[in-house]
């Protein structure tokens, strides 16, 4: 199965466990590396280099406690992120310049009982390679809805699992959807998010303002276009492993910065049909290179 659909899941997957608003703000770049097909084999003297801009708000709406004293949530999520990716010596077009991807979603996380919770969501995003707003056309758009049932394990870990819906080539599709959230807090530090992406980190509180994590992320974009005369999809993935350490200010702003490599960049073209859901070729990518990320969270709380 190629990444392409994994992706598009995780992009359209908006699992809001935590509840209470927030502002995150993140740069990241990927330093110069060759491009390889899926032999390994570098396509004579290609290569590129990126930089990622991200922004995520989720802010609830509104909160109610019900008779067993558990809050039902009301919220919207809202998200964008624009990669700029910086290509050279290509001799066709095989790596976009630019990906624009922009998501809005409707949740609401309600209490079955005190160890199951259900997450609904509805929404829709554009994920086009076009940087003015009168040029994104509604091959771009995307629809998405879902539900998704949590279950609290204990105090860290929140498991689940259910059914979204979405449109990625090109027709209505139902897919599996997987929830995972383990947070350790304390001296020692440990993290595992399948939310929007993936992220692991294992860290150690040398101070209470001061965290120093080993960590490995995965994230992307991808954009919807027309190449050939045929409806494609471009995704852009990278993996990224380092050490993060984080300044605490307050209770309210974190500020993380990353320093480490990219150990794979996927970027390729692939049909937007369900063909291509089960095709495993062209996964066309970058070799690893040097990555940095800085980032500021707030949480209104």
Do not use: C
């Amino acid at each position: 199965m190629k990444t392409t659909s994994w992706l598009a899941l995780l992009l359209l997957l908006l699992a809001a466990s935590q509840t209470k608003a927030q502002i995150t703000l993140q740069a990241e770049h990927f330093g110069s590396s060759r491009y390889r097909d899926e032999n390994n084999n570098n396509l004579g003297d290609s290569k590129g280099s990126a930089a990622v801009y991200q922004a995520d708000v989720k802010i609830p709406l509104s909160m109610k406690v019900n008779k067993d004293s558990l809050a039902v949530v009301w919220g919207v999520a809202l998200s964008g992120a624009y990669a700029s990716l910086t290509n050279k010596n290509f001799t066709q077009e095989m790596v976009l310049s630019d990906i624009v991807n922009a998501q809005f979603s409707l949740f609401n996380m309600r209490p079955l009982n005190k160890k199951w919770n259900m997450l609904l969501f509805a929404g829709a995003g554009i994920y086009t390679d076009q940087t003015q707003i009168s040029k994104m056309g509604a091959r771009s758009v995307l629809g998405n809805a879902g539900a998704v049932f949590i279950r609290k394990i204990n105090s860290k870990l929140e498991l689940g699992g259910g059914l979204a819906f979405n449109n990625t080539f090109g027709y209505p599709m139902l897919f599996p959807a997987l929830y995972l959230n383990y947070n350790a807090p304390g001296r020692y530090v440990f993290n595992v998010s399948l939310m929007s992406g993936f992220q692991a980190s294992a860290g150690y509180e040398i101070h209470k303002s001061f965290v120093l994590s080993v960590i490995a992320d995965m994230n992307g974009q991808m954009a919807l276009v027309e190449k050939g005369g045929k409806d494609v999809i471009f995704t852009h993935q990278y993996i990224v492993t380092g050490l993060r350490p984080e300044i605490r200010i307050g209770k309210k702003i974190t500020l993380p910065v990353t320093l480490g490599i990219s150990a794979v960049r996927p970027a390729y073209f692939t049909d937007r049909n369900l063909k291509s859901f089960f095709s495993s070729t062209n996964q066309y990518q970058f070799k690893s290179s040097f990555y940095a990320a800085a980032q500021i969270n707030y949480k209104f709380y």
